[in-house]
Structure formats: structure tokens, C-alpha cells
């Protein structure tokens, strides 16, 4: 299926680079009696960040290219030679994009030149000059590079404009922004021509303002009937509204019930937006039996200023723009509300990880262990044996315990199987199939 030009929502996935491994090294040199370590540390990979960019006005782009991934870090080699740093990639997005993990909103890009981190690259591996302390002058441990945050995430255009032009189809919104801005929107004789917002630039003696022409708001569009929760969300960064009015009636109703109808759904949809300022504007005065019908619309409104123009032929146009860019004058743009990030249910032991069992053992969750377990360097000795203190001291072993561990348990962290040996001095986790020492093999 071909898309449209315009494109408000779309999915992509972010990988940040993964930090480089640390280095394993010693210095080795001639008429050096005590070469000590001298590895380097693994440089930190790429984060992907995203960038608001005033000269985008589609999300089109990303649905070509959803998947994004940052340079890794360089490994750490030896003379303490630290790895590079990975690029980070930036993908730039329209002003108005919010974005989204899992139904949460993590940011929203609503200036020019705004910068989101999408997804932090992972810290390089320290080698094993960064382990020489005075109990350990020759540490045989350096640590793996720890992997890049992998998101899934939803973005969500909103677009940025002054004025939003609402109201039934064919009410001639379309045929407004083209006579008053530069825009050039797709017009026609018939209901529903307009598929996709439509922004322009207005100018009035020494002002200007943005435009934007909102189609798809039918009765029920609040619920999504015609398109209406797809375009709906574009009027909520708007300052003020115009509301246009087809003289003629729509779809075997009066003006007013289409006003009426229209309004409802503004605030069946948000109640910000029914607070909105409004300007009436009466179209197709061209008509004959306008002036009968704008007669009665005011008779309905009590008292409401219901300024009335033809698109067509462009009378009162001038007098329109002029009540706008007062309306306008007199409306501050409102302050961004801070994003609104929705609690998240943990089920924690501590605060650093949690004990949950699986089919005949238990599972170790959490992202302090899980991060320990990837940057572990599993065929050094010393780095099994760190990590297995590491865990004791962190509490593991007692937490198993709680819940019911019998010497033998298999213990799952991330995609390892140990076996579960209380009492160890070196730690209460083994791995399975001892075949080489005490640490032995892994299942994997």
C-alpha cells in the first residue's frame, strides 16, 4: 500500500551501541622485572538520540528505515590503550513528535533543535589495569563492554500551529488555508477530500501566524469515527480555533446542530480543548440563502461575533484574519506541560533485584545483577569469582533462601543455568558439569 505524504504515527527500534570489552594485558618487556597490568578500558558505545527539526513535517521517512542502530565502542588493548568511543546517531524528527515506550510518554520535541536520548549506549569494559590494588597487584580480570539499551518505540506527531481550522467536512476549511496561506491542499466538490492535516503560513499587514486545517471531525469522531481521534490530537497544541460553518447545512443538519455537534466532540476529547478560544466563522456566503441562514445560526448562538466570508470569492477574509490575529494577541502561548510518565508495578526484593521461581528453579531479575552477568568475562577465574561475591554480598543467596532453594536448585540469570551450593566461600552459585576447576562449564 502507497503512503500518503503524511505520516503522524510510526514505530522504529533503537539499538545504542554496546560498550567495547576492557583489555587482558601485562607489560612484557626486556630488563623489566615486575611488568604489571597495562590493559585499557572498552570504549563506550553510541546512544541514539532523537532531534526536532523545523523542517520536517512528515514521519514518512522512518517507515523506510524503522530500525536504528549506533556505532560500539572499540575494545581496550594493551599500554593502556582505552577503546573509542562509538558515534552517536541522531534521527531527526518533526517539532511536535512525542515519544513513547510501551504506552509511556518518555519526551516531547516541541522546539527546534530539541535533543531526546532515545537509547543509552552501554559502558566500556574496564580492563585489568583498573583492577591493581595493593591485595591484587596482577588482576587477571577485565570485564566484557556492557550492551546498549535495545527500545521499541512509538512516535507521535502533534503538529505545532497557531490557529486550527475545525469544523464538518466539506465546511471549506481547505479552500480557506489555500485562499489566505500558501498552502495548497488537495480541494474538491465532495465531503471527506482532506486525508491529512495541512499547514500554512498566514500573513496580515505586519503579522503572521501558523494555520492548520484539521480534517476527519464527523459526529463521534472523538471515539474515532471518521479518522477523528487520528487528526483530533493535532488541535491540542493549537492556540485558538476558527470554526467554520457551512451555511448550507451538512449531512441533513442546520449550522447550528453542526456547530453543536462539532463542539461536543472537542470536549469529548479533551477537556482542554473546549476551553480553547474560539472564532466562528460562517463560509459559503456566496450562497443563495445565506444571509437567511446566518440570520438564524446568530439567533442560536445568543450574542456569539459570527464573522461571515466566502472562500470561494473571499469576502470578509480580511475581516476574519483581523479578529484572528486580535484572538491571538490577547492568547499567550500555554507553557508545556511536563511529560506525564505513568507508574510502573515493580515486584522487587530490595531495590536491586528480585527472586522468582521457574518451572523446578529460580530466576535472579533485576538490572544491577543482569548487568554484572553480561559484563562477566566467564572463561577468567577471577572475574566468575568476583561476580559470585558480588551476588552474596548484594543478598542473593539469602533471597533464595526465602524462597525455598535446596542445595542443587538450578538458578537462572539471564540465559546461564547455576547450580546452587550454599556454603561456598567463593560464592553460593556453580555452574553445572564442573570440567574445569571449580567454576567449570555453563549451560547456555
Not at 367 to 387: G, Y
Not at 396 to 420: N, S
Request: aromatic share 8%; hydrophobic share 35%; net charge positive.
Amino acid at each position: 500500500m502507497a503512503h500518503t505524504s503524511f505520516l503522524d504515527k510510526v514505530r522504529i527500534f533503537a539499538q545504542a551501541g554496546n560498550g567495547g570489552n576492557g583489555s587482558l594485558s601485562f607489560r612484557r618487556e626486556k630488563f623489566v622485572e615486575w611488568g604489571g597490568p597495562n590493559g585499557g578500558n572498552g570504549g563506550i558505545g553510541g546512544d541514539i538520540i532523537l532531534q526536532a527539526d523545523e523542517n520536517l513535517t512528515t514521519l514518512l521517512d522512518l517507515t523506510y528505515r524503522p530500525h536504528f542502530k549506533a556505532e560500539s565502542g572499540d575494545i581496550g588493548r594493551g599500554w593502556d590503550k582505552h577503546g573509542r568511543a562509538g558515534e552517536n546517531l541522531f534521527i531527526r524528527v518533526p517539532v511536535g513528535t512525542a515519544v513513547y515506550e510501551d504506552g509511556r510518554l518518555l519526551g516531547d520535541l516541541t522546539w527546534h533543535g530539541q535533543l531526546l536520548l532515545a537509547a543509552k549506549g552501554g559502558r566500556g569494559g574496564r580492563g585489568n589495569a583498573s583492577f591493581k590494588s595493593a591485595r591484587n597487584t596482577a588482576p587477571k580480570i577485565a570485564e566484557n563492554g556492557e550492551p546498549g539499551e535495545a527500545k521499541t518505540l512509538d512516535l507521535e506527531l502533534k503538529l505545532i500551529a497557531d490557529v486550527g481550522l475545525v469544523g464538518c467536512p466539506n465546511a471549506g476549511k481547505s479552500t480557506l488555508l489555500s485562499r489566505v496561506s500558501s498552502a495548497h491542499p488537495k480541494i474538491a466538490d465532495y465531503p471527506f477530500t482532506t486525508l491529512s492535516p495541512n499547514l500554512g503560513v498566514v500573513r496580515f499587514k505586519d503579522k503572521s501566524f501558523v494555520a492548520a486545517d484539521i480534517p476527519g471531525l464527523i459526529e463521534g469522531a472523538h471515539s474515532g469515527k471518521g479518522l477523528g481521534t487520528e487528526f483530533l490530537r493535532h488541535v491540542e497544541r493549537t492556540r485558538i480555533l476558527i470554526h467554520l460553518i457551512d451555511v448550507s447545512g451538512f449531512s441533513e443538519k442546520t449550522p447550528y446542530e453542526n456547530y453543536r455537534a462539532i463542539t461536543q466532540e472537542l470536549a469529548l476529547y479533551s477537556k482542554k480543548l473546549a476551553k480553547k478560544p474560539v472564532l466562528i466563522a460562517a463560509n459559503k456566503m456566496d450562497l443563495t440563502g445565506a444571509d437567511e441562514q446566518i440570520k438564524k445560526l446568530r439567533a442560536k448562538l445568543k450574542g456569539k461575533k459570527v464573522v461571515p466570508i466566502s472562500g470561494v470569492t473571499g469576502a470578509g477574509l480580511n475581516d476574519l484574519l483581523a479578529e484572528a490575529v486580535k484572538l491571538l494577541a490577547k492568547t499567550p502561548k500555554e507553557a508545556e506541560d511536563a511529560p506525564a510518565v505513568s507508574p510502573v508495578k515493580h515486584f522487587r526484593l530490595g531495590e536491586e533485584f528480585f527472586v522468582e521461581k521457574e518451572g523446578d528453579g529460580f530466576r535472579v531479575v533485576g538490572k544491577k545483577v543482569e548487568r554484572f552477568f553480561v559484563m562477566t568475562n566467564f572463561d577468567q577465574e577471577q572475574a566468575v569469582s568476583r561476580f559470585q561475591n558480588i551476588l552474596r554480598k548484594m543478598g542473593v543467596e539469602k533471597a533464595l533462601e526465602r524462597q525455598g532453594i535446596q542445595p542443587g536448585d538450578p538458578v537462572y540469570i539471564g540465559d546461564t543455568e547455576f547450580i546452587f551450593e550454599p556454603g561456598k566461600e567463593q560464592g553460593s552459585l556453580s555452574p553445572p558439569k564442573p570440567a574445569r576447576g571449580f567454576f567449570g562449564e555453563f549451560h547456555k
